[in-house]
């Protein structure tokens, strides 16, 4: 597909002589969702000795009463065109220092936006880095070998590239962060979330922001001392908002701390493992079958508890088995255990295009 710019529009050649014309109306980044309902969309056809490269819609009618199907893959090309635009042309302009909060998850900087005080900006970062591929992420072979894999492993309740418009975006969004601003970055102690603060220092590695962190387990004590959390995503906006007040933010990230986490993240771009755990303050790989033991032994346990091996719906299978090892991501559990289905270690009923759709039980 043949683009080109000419900010604020941007035209796509999706025929020999269709064009769309997008109107940006924005400085939000789309997520494929916004694709038709942010911004003006236009379509016309090139006359006669028109050519693409001079055309200029402004000289011509647009063509009304018609649509156009086009391909799923075509869509991201033009919705990847029109963010980097934004991303061009963006200026994060502010009449005074408004500080900067990344979350490693979208829940979590949820939660932050609306428990912490204005001013600020929050990024949320998508996360999954825990699971999949990270070999070459930063480079666009070793990205879309990694979306590769999700997508050919992993049931996402929403769209399927969903994840992947929102990763780029979030990076988008860190490196528009203005130099002068600080920035308050948010974790736990999981193998997402570390990994995804070394993943996000690398991104800034070279802005000279003052840099301040705040693991979440930390710093947050709950009122029910049986009370246990592993995500920063289970904390509530009374709880972002009393780590905030408490924290005395006296001492920022050294050089030589930041250069450690990068260093750290840069390891982990060498692998092709799609399995991290987070155990005694360090990222471990381990082989993918991991947890399957854990998946069989909990399924058999159920099965004694009942009396009888009958049929367990798997997003049941996984609550129980979250409740008992809260740190694993409850999709990559979903996926190993449609291996073991496809591996003949477990019986399947039902269809297993979700968690809740298909039962298992033990061959």
């Known amino acids: 597909m043949k683009t080109k710019d000419y900010h604020p529009y941007i035209y796509f050649l999706v025929d020999s002589n269709i064009v769309f014309v997008y109107k ?15 911004g003006k969309w236009e379509t016309y056809i090139l006359k006669e000795g028109d050519v693409f490269e001079t055309f200029f819609h402004t000289e011509s009618d647009p063509l009304e009463g018609r649509s156009y199907l086009l391909a799923q893959e075509s869509y991201l090309i033009m919705l990847d065109k029109i963010n980097n635009q934004i991303h061009k042309h963006k200026k994060m302009l502010y009449d005074k220092i408004i500080p900067i909060h990344i979350a490693c998850s979208e829940s979590a900087a ?7 005080d204005q001013p600020k900006r929050v990024i949320g970062f998508p996360g999954l880095l825990s699971i999949g591929p990270l070999w070459k992420i930063n480079e666009e072979a070793g990205f879309n070998y990694r979306n590769e894999w999700l997508f050919e492993h992993i049931n996402f309740e929403s769209d399927d590239y969903a994840y ?29 979330e570390q990994i995804c603060l070394r993943f996000i220092l690398h991104l800034l590695k070279n802005k000279p922001n003052k840099i301040y962190l705040l693991n979440t387990n930390g710093l947050h004590t709950s009122v029910d001392k049986n009370q246990k959390f592993t995500y920063s995503s289970q904390l509530t906006p009374e709880d972002m908002k009393d780590i905030y007040e408490k924290h005395t933010f006296d001492q920022i990230l050294s050089i030589q701390d930041r250069i450690q986490f990068v260093k750290e993240w840069e390891n982990l771009l060498h692998s092709k493992n799609v399995l991290r755990i987070y155990t005694k ?6 082989p993918e079958d991991y947890f399957d033991s854990f998946i069989l032994n909990t399924l058999k346990d159920l099965h004694e508890k009942r009396g009888q091996k009958e049929f367990i719906v798997t997003g049941e299978l996984i609550g129980h088995l979250f409740d008992l090892n809260p740190s694993i991501y409850p999709i990559f559990l979903e996926y190993r255990i449609r291996h073991l289905v496809y591996s003949g270690t477990l019986e399947l009923k039902g269809i297993p295009k979700s968690m809740r759709h298909y039962s298992v039980k033990l061959r």
């Open 164 to 192: 992947q418009v929102t990763f780029k975006n979030s990076i988008r969004e860190i490196n528009d962060i203005p130099e002068q601003s600080p920035i308050y970055l948010w974790y736990g102690d999981n193998a997402d």
């Open 110 to 116: 949820g939660s932050i936006r609306v428990g912490l």
């Open 24 to 38: 940006i109306e924005s400085s939000s980044y789309l997520q494929i969702d916004e694709l038709h309902s942010s």
């Open 281 to 286: 303050q360090e990222i471990k790989e381990v």
